[in-house]
Each structure stands twice: as C-alpha cells, then as structure tokens.
C-alpha cells in the first residue's frame, strides 16, 4: 500500500466531512465576521475580470460567487453545495484535480481559500489551465502562511474543525507553481492586516504580499 497517498486520502476525507456536517456553522461565520468578508470580497474584486465566463473551485456555499455573479462551480461537499444551489449556483460534484469541463470552455477561473484543502494544488491548477480559454484568467485567494497573521493561523489551526487538515502556503510557492504550469501577467493584492477576530471596519487593500492574511492572486494563461 502507498502510505502516503492513503494519508493524503485519509486526509481529505476528514476535511470533507468537516464540512459536510457543519455546513450552515461554516456559511454563518461570513455573517459574524462581516467586516473580514466585505475586505475579502474588495480584494478579489479588483482582480476580477469584469466579464466572461467565470468558474468557481471550491465554491462552498456560493459566498464568492454570488456576489461576482458566477454562475457555475465545483464543490465535493455535498452539503456545501446544496446551499450553493438554493443560491442559484449550478454546482457540479468534481474535484479540482479532475475538472468534468472540456478544454478552452471558461474566461475565468476564481479559487478562494481552496489550495489548502486540495490533494495536489499542482495539478488542479494545470487543470484549471486546461479548461481556461486562450489568454484566460486565474484568480486566487488565500491565506498566506508567511504573513504575521497567517503565522497565527497555522499555531491554531489545531483547534479548527475546518482547518485542522489544511495545508497553508507561501505565496512563493503559489508563484511557483503557476510558473510551472504557465501562467504570466501576475498581480498580487493583499489585505487583513490585523487578527480576524478583532477586525471591525473595512480592511486596506495593499499591492504586493507579506503583510497580509488575505493574498489575492491573478495570472493569465501563456
């Protein structure tokens, strides 16, 4: 037996059914750290193509995609999804690894807090080149592991039902990857600058990465 992909497995399952049972504990939290959300949502916006075809992977409950007016996404939560659903998404049970979309089919591609939570971040995100059309776009948010912030997160990542199993990243790594598998055109925004639990206004949304919780992501495909 491959040990080491049977923990990888092992691994996944626990954090699906993290979610799976303590799906509406999850979407609430975007309502009792509003503030935290608004900031996320400013930042992706500003990366966001303003038109197109737009997929979401790892849509979760829609939280991203609703406001940015995505129409399709990927989530292996079945509880999750069915909220995305009721919220007018049409939501396909896939992984990101394995993408059930032709070649060329998307203008778009927005990953939120989901690199974390994958098997193989590589190769989902050659997938997402895959289905991206020429020039096409990927946006993705997450949480930086090297940020003072992200640092906390990772000491108590411990004690989260949902992120107990995550595996966070550096942005180097992110960029990395997305140089492997062809992407250019980088820009990189970064907001939470303070510990989510104390935030009570509306973030900044600085260029660059290393400062704060949130980084937002975007590259074209070569």
Not at 32 to 50: G, K
Not at 90 to 96: F, G, L, M, N, P
Not at 163 to 188: H, P
């Amino acid at each position: 037996m491959d040990v080491t992909r049977y923990g990888a497995i092992t691994a996944m399952t626990n954090k699906m059914k993290a979610f799976d049972e303590n799906a509406r504990e999850y979407d609430a939290w975007f309502d009792r750290h509003s503030w935290v959300y608004q900031s996320e949502l400013r930042a992706v916006r500003m990366l966001l193509p303003q038109s197109g075809k737009g997929l979401e992977i790892g849509v979760g409950t829609g939280r991203f995609s609703v406001p940015f007016g995505i129409a399709t996404g990927v989530e292996p939560s079945e509880e999750m999804a069915e909220i995305a659903k009721s919220r007018g998404i049409t939501v396909h049970d896939a992984k990101a690894e394995k993408l059930p979309f032709g070649d060329t089919t998307f203008d778009f591609v927005l990953m939120v807090t989901t690199l974390c939570f994958l098997e193989n971040p590589l190769e989902a995100l050659q997938e997402s080149s895959r289905i991206l059309c020429p020039a096409g776009t990927i946006i993705i948010g997450m949480l930086d592991k090297n940020s003072p912030p992200g640092k906390l997160y990772e000491m108590k990542k411990q004690g989260s039902r949902f992120f107990k199993d995550a595996r966070f990243y550096s942005v180097n790594q992110v960029l990395e990857w997305l140089q492997i598998t062809g992407y250019n055109n980088v820009r990189i925004l970064q907001t939470l600058f303070h510990n989510p639990e104390e935030i009570s206004d509306l973030e900044q949304v600085k260029e660059g990465h290393g400062e704060g919780l949130f980084v937002v992501i975007s590259a074209r495909k070569n």
